[in-house]
T-cell receptor, first 113, second 113 residues
C-alpha cells in the first residue's frame, strides 16, 4: 500500500530561522503529493502540490517543496519562519490510479520569538 | 475560501444515540468526502461521494453511513454513537480535476460520552 511518513511529529524553530519539515513516500510510481496546513481549530488549507510538472514546487506564504524521486522524499522548507507559521502540517499522497488522499500523521511546527 | 459549511460545529452526545453531521457546499463540486481526525493518525477517510446518490466506503467506514440526495449536501450518520467515535470530523470537496485537490470545511468536534 502506498503511504507517506512524516519523520518528525514536532519541530521547533526560532522566528527568522529556516524551516524543514520532512516527508517520505512509498510508491512504485510518481504519485501526486501535497502539503496541507492546519492552524489551531481550523480546517486544512492547501500549501502546495506536486503533479510531475516541476520537481521544485512553490506554494503560499513562502513555502516550497522539492520532489526527489531517488530519495522518495518531498520535504517542505521555508527560508525564514514567521510566528504565523505555527500550525500542524500534513504531507499527503494520492496514489496513482486513485482519487483518495492518504495523509501522514502530521508535524506540529512551533515558532519561538 | 471554498464555500463549505459544516453543522453542527460542536456536539456532545451519549453512547447509543444517533448523530447526523451535515456538510453543505456552494461550489457545485461533484466529489464530497468525510474524514475523521485523531491524534497520531492524521486524517482518515470514512466515506465519499462521486455524485448524487453515489457513495462508497473509505478506510474507516464501520459504524458510519452517508447519504447524498442533492449535489450540495452530504450527510454523515452515526447510527449508534460509541466513545471510539469521539473525534473531529472534516468534510471536503473536489472538482475531480487532474490534481484532485480537495478543499476542507471547518470541522465538527464530536464528543460521545
Amino acid at each position: 500500500a502506498q503511504s507517506v511518513t512524516q519523520l518528525d511529529s514536532h519541530v521547533s524553530v526560532s522566528e527568522g530561522t529556516p524551516v524543514l519539515l520532512r516527508c517520505n513516500y512509498s510508491s512504485s510510481y510518481s504519485p501526486s503529493l501535497f502539503w496541507y496546513v492546519q492552524h489551531p481549530n481550523k480546517g486544512l488549507q492547501l500549501l502546495l502540490k506536486y503533479t510531475s510538472a516541476a520537481t521544485l514546487v512553490k506554494g503560499i506564504n513562502g513555502f516550497e517543496a522539492e520532489f526527489k524521486k531517488s530519495e522518495t522524499s518531498f520535504h517542505l522548507t521555508k527560508p525564514s519562519a514567521h510566528m504565523s507559521d505555527a500550525a500542524e502540517y500534513f504531507c499527503v499522497v494520492i496514489p496513482v490510479g486513485t482519487d483518495k488522499l492518504i495523509f501522514g500523521t502530521g508535524t506540529r511546527l512551533q515558532v519561538f520569538p | 475560501d471554498a464555500g463549505i459549511t459544516q453543522s453542527p460545529r460542536h456536539k456532545v452526545t451519549e453512547t447509543g444515540t444517533p448523530v447526523t453531521l451535515r456538510c453543505h457546499q456552494t461550489e457545485n463540486h461533484r466529489y464530497m468526502y468525510w474524514y475523521r481526525q485523531d491524534p497520531g493518525h492524521g486524517l482518515r477517510l470514512i466515506h465519499y461521494s462521486y455524485g448524487v446518490k453515489d457513495t462508497d466506503k473509505g478506510e474507516v467506514s464501520d459504524g458510519y453511513s452517508v447519504s447524498r440526495s442533492k449535489t450540495e449536501d452530504f450527510l454523515l450518520t452515526l447510527e449508534s454513537a460509541t466513545s471510539s467515535q469521539t473525534s473531529v470530523y472534516f468534510c471536503a470537496i473536489s472538482e475531480r480535476s487532474d490534481y484532485n485537490e480537495q478543499f476542507f470545511g471547518p470541522g465538527t468536534r464530536l464528543t460521545v460520552l
